[in-house]
C-alpha cells in the first residue's frame, strides 16, 4: 500500500519585490519519510521551509501541511508540527525543566502530561543530574538533543529540522540522526535542511535547490546513479557549482 502525502507543494513562490527567491517548486513528502531538503547558501531553502510552516505567505503557489493550505491555515499548521532550527530552539535563561515545561504550554498540553512528559525526557536524554541547570550552560549537541525532543513534546504529524546539526561534533552528529531515524519509524515525517553532504545519506529521499529550483529530487542512491558520483557531495557540487 502506498504512504499517503503528508506534504504537498505545487509552484510554490517567492518574491521580494523583483527578487524572486523560490521559483515554482512542487514535490511531495510521503508520511514517515526523512525527507532532505539541500542547496547551498541563498539557494532558497530556508524561505521555502518558512512559508511550510506557516511563517511566511507565498507568493503565489500552493503547499498543503498536514492535510492543511498554509496559505489559508497557518496557525492551524503551526499545531500540526514541531520546528526546530540551529539558531533558536530553546531558551538560554531557563532551565531544562523550565524550557519542557514553557513549550508543554505553548503547544497546549495539560499540566498533568506536561508533567509527565518531562520526568519522560529528562530520563530518555540522561539528564537528571542537570535538569535544574540552565540551557545556556549544555554543550551545544546536548542542546540540540534537548530541543529536538521539545519539538516532539506534542507529537506532531511532521518536525521540520533547519540544519539542526550545525557546528556539533561527528559522534554527536550521528546520536542525533540515530534520533532522526527513531522518531521516523515511530511515524513521523521529519523535513530537514543540511549543508552536510553526509547527512543526506541518512535521508529516505532528498532534493537540491539552485536559484530558487529544485533542480533533483530521488533516492541518494539513484541521484548517485543519475550524476555518476561515488558520494552525494559530488552529487550536490555537481548541482551546486556546476563542477564535472
Avoid at 507543494?9 to 526523512?34: M, P, Q, R, Y
Avoid at 530553546?90 to 498540553?109: A, C, M, P, S, W
Avoid at 540522561?126 to 507529537?155: C, I, M, T, Y
Avoid at 558520483?229 to 555537481?238: A, H, I, Q, T
Wanted: net charge neutral.
Amino acid at each position: 500500500m502506498e504512504q499517503e502525502n503528508i506534504i504537498q507543494v505545487n509552484e510554490l513562490t517567492k518574491k521580494f519585490g523583483d527578487f524572486v527567491a523560490v521559483k515554482g517548486i512542487s514535490f511531495e513528502v510521503k508520511k514517515g519519510e526523512i525527507f532532505g531538503f539541500l542547496g547551498a547558501n541563498g539557494a532558497g531553502k530556508t524561505t521555502a521551509m518558512k512559508m511550510l510552516i506557516g511563517i511566511s505567505k507565498p507568493t503565489s503557489g500552493m503547499a498543503i501541511v498536514a492535510g492543511l493550505n498554509v496559505a489559508q491555515s497557518a496557525n492551524e499548521v503551526k499545531k500540526n508540527i514541531g520546528y526546530m532550527s540551529q539558531k533558536f530552539s530553546l531558551y538560554d535563561d531557563l532551565t531544562i525543566k523550565e524550557n519542557i515545561r514553557f513549550f508543554g504550554g505553548i503547544y497546549g498540553l495539560k499540566p498533568k502530561t506536561i508533567q509527565e512528559k518531562t520526568i519522560d525526557l529528562i530520563q530518555r536524554l540522561e539528564l537528571e543530574k542537570v535538569a535544574d541547570e540552565r540551557v545556556g550552560q549544555l554543550p551545544l549537541g546536548w542542546k540540540q538533543k534537548l530541543a529536538f525532543s521539545v519539538a516532539l513534546l506534542h507529537e506532531p504529524k511532521i518536525v521540520f529540522l533547519d540544519e539542526p546539526t550545525g557546528g556539533v561534533d561527528p559522534v554527536t552528529r550521528r546520536q542525533f540522526w540515530e534520533m532522526i531515524d527513531e522518531e521516523a519509524h515511530n511515524g513521523t515525517t521529519i523535513f530537514v535542511t543540511t549543508h552536510y553532504m553526509d547527512e543526506a545519506e541518512y535521508c529516505n529521499r532528498v532534493s537540491i535547490m539552485v536559484d530558487g529550483k529544485i533542480e533533483a529530487l530521488d533516492t541518494p542512491k539513484k541521484l548517485k546513479e543519475q550524476f555518476k558520483v561515488s558520494s552525494m557531495n559530488d552529487v550536490f557540487l555537481k548541482l551546486a557549482r556546476n563542477i564535472e
